[in-house]
């Protein structure tokens, strides 16, 4: 009985299945969104990371490289 109720109830992954790998059109959609959100995200990250692993060492925290000429 507990197998028949949950089969019939569904569940997530089954619903996120049906939704994203019913055609191949959405499921190459959604990998390529989903690439390029996941390469969006890591760089921010890393970008963060970095800035905040080299703060005094960069060029614009230089005082004098970092400003431009004033005309």
Known sequence: MDYT????GGGVFEGLYK???RRNSIYVTFVI???FA???A???GVR???ESNNVGKRYE???VLGQRPSE
């Open 5 to 8: 109720a949950r089969r019939n």
């Open 19 to 21: 939704l994203i790998m």
């Open 33 to 35: 969104a989903g690439a």
């Open 38 to 40: 996941g390469e969006r």
């Open 42 to 44: 890591v760089d921010y």
């Open 48 to 50: 963060k990371l970095w």
């Open 61 to 63: 925290d230089i005082p």
